[in-house]
């Protein structure tokens, strides 16, 4: 019998095609990994992995253990779900992925009453940007994951997720209390077109949003600083370096050097939970539903889940 933990790691080395990816992605060290996998081959009786450089190439046996896994965490899957039903409680390990801001806006409180709800179930939580997210659920690193996406841009589900909306979430423009524009009721992209923005990198969901926001002007949007951190843009912010978005939800309080105002059209993202719907009889996934839901702090929370695809 193969241990699953190693070939797990396995499976994480031909995803990312490095050590160091496979171990960010489970939360190990590359010297963990590559000693999981060096177990794994005398388990097995057979060579895995291929070192070149920096990058490693599974060998046809690797490749055939890896989807393997897959079959394997499959079924197991398919039978916690089962005996979670039988106890008719939520029990076991779950995992749950979610962005900075909801973890700030309503996914701490979920968790907290969960854990006093159900003490036999043992809530895990990954902060995790949307697509990372979605690809955490589909190789079974993660169980649920709370995602968004823009009203411009859609966030691409996998056939294998099933996903119910939580929410809508309204940005505002975030200015310097000084700025020009700060006193005005509301603004249109066309008034902030030629503005300095403070905002995230290019391939975050955040970016590819505020870009589409311009395009129908024929507007690129000058991103002159690419932040991560929410605390890092509202110090440029507060340093009058830049003009920003920032969404209402988990945004808390601002200091007095900053002013938002509402813009016109009101950007918005849908906040949604995705998970495989292999799982979704799971006893543990409906608590953990259900307490998302109950913390939301919109009016205009989702009601049924719906199949995605």
Same mark, same amino acid.
């Given at each position: 019998?193969?241990?699953?933990?190693?070939?797990?790691?396995?499976?994480?080395?031909?995803?990312?095609?490095?050590?160091?990816?496979?171990?960010? %992605?489970?939360?190990?060290?590359?010297?963990?990994?590559?000693?999981?996998?060096?177990?794994?081959?005398?388990?097995?009786?057979?060579?895995?992995?291929?070192?070149?450089?920096?990058?490693?190439?599974?060998?046809?046996?690797?490749?055939?253990? %890896?989807?393997?896994?897959?079959?394997?965490?499959?079924?197991?899957?398919?039978?916690?779900?089962?005996?979670?039903?039988?106890?008719?409680?939520?029990?076991?390990?779950?995992?749950? %992925?979610?962005?900075?801001?909801?973890?700030?806006?309503?996914?701490?409180?979920?968790?907290?009453?969960?854990?006093?709800?159900?003490?036999?179930?043992?809530?895990?939580?990954?902060?995790?940007?949307?697509?990372?997210?979605?690809?955490?659920?589909?190789?079974?690193?993660?169980?649920?994951?709370?995602?968004?996406?823009?009203?411009?841009?859609?966030?691409?589900?996998?056939?294998?997720?099933?996903?119910?909306?939580?929410?809508?979430?309204?940005?505002?423009?975030?200015?310097?209390?000084?700025?020009?524009?700060?006193?005005?009721?509301?603004?249109?992209?066309?008034?902030?077109?030629?503005?300095?923005?403070?905002?995230?990198?290019?391939?975050?969901?955040?970016?590819?949003?505020?870009?589409?926001?311009?395009?129908?002007?024929?507007?690129?949007?000058?991103? %002159?600083?690419?932040?991560?951190?929410?605390?890092?843009?509202?110090?440029?912010?507060?340093?009058?370096?830049?003009?920003?978005?920032?969404?209402?939800?988990?945004?808390?309080?601002?200091?007095?050097?900053?002013?938002?105002?509402?813009?016109?059209?009101?950007?918005?993202?849908?906040?949604?939970?995705?998970?495989?719907?292999?799982?979704?009889?799971?006893?543990?996934?409906?608590?953990?539903?259900?307490?998302?839901?109950?913390?939301?702090?919109?009016?205009?929370?989702?009601?049924?889940?719906?199949?995605?695809?």
């Amino acid at each position: 019998m193969f241990d699953l933990n190693r070939l797990r790691a396995l499976r994480a080395v031909a995803t990312h095609g490095t050590m160091t990816g496979a171990a960010s %992605a489970l939360g190990y060290t590359p010297s963990a990994i590559s000693q999981q996998i060096a177990k794994l081959e005398r388990e097995t009786g057979s060579a895995l992995l291929d070192r070149q450089g920096g990058k490693v190439e599974l060998t046809p046996a690797a490749w055939l253990l %890896a989807e393997a896994t897959d079959e394997v965490v499959a079924v197991l899957e398919r039978t916690r779900s089962r005996l979670e039903e039988q106890r008719d409680q939520p029990t076991g390990r779950l995992v749950l %992925a979610a962005f900075p801001t909801a973890c700030r806006g309503f996914v701490a409180a979920a968790l907290a009453g969960l854990a006093g709800r159900y003490p036999a179930l043992d809530c895990r939580l990954l902060e995790s940007d949307p697509n990372r997210a979605v690809s955490l659920v589909v190789r079974g690193e993660a169980d649920l994951a709370v995602v968004h996406d823009w009203h411009n841009t859609p966030l691409t589900l996998p056939a294998s997720l099933s996903v119910v909306e939580l929410g809508e979430d309204i940005a505002d423009v975030a200015l310097p209390a000084g700025h020009p524009l700060a006193d005005r009721a509301a603004l249109t992209p066309y008034d902030l077109r030629e503005e300095r923005w403070i905002g995230q990198g290019s391939g975050a969901m955040c970016h590819e949003w505020l870009v589409r926001c311009f395009s129908d002007l024929g507007i690129e949007p000058d991103i %002159a600083y690419q932040i991560e951190e929410y605390e890092s843009q509202i110090a440029l912010l507060t340093a009058g370096l830049g003009v920003t978005m920032l969404p209402r939800l988990g945004r808390g309080d601002l200091p007095s050097t900053v002013r938002v105002v509402p813009m016109q059209p009101p950007p918005h993202r849908r906040v949604s939970a995705v998970w495989r719907s292999q799982a979704g009889r799971r006893p543990a996934l409906h608590a953990a539903l259900a307490a998302l839901r109950g913390r939301w702090p919109g009016t205009h929370s989702g009601q049924s889940a719906r199949d995605a695809g």
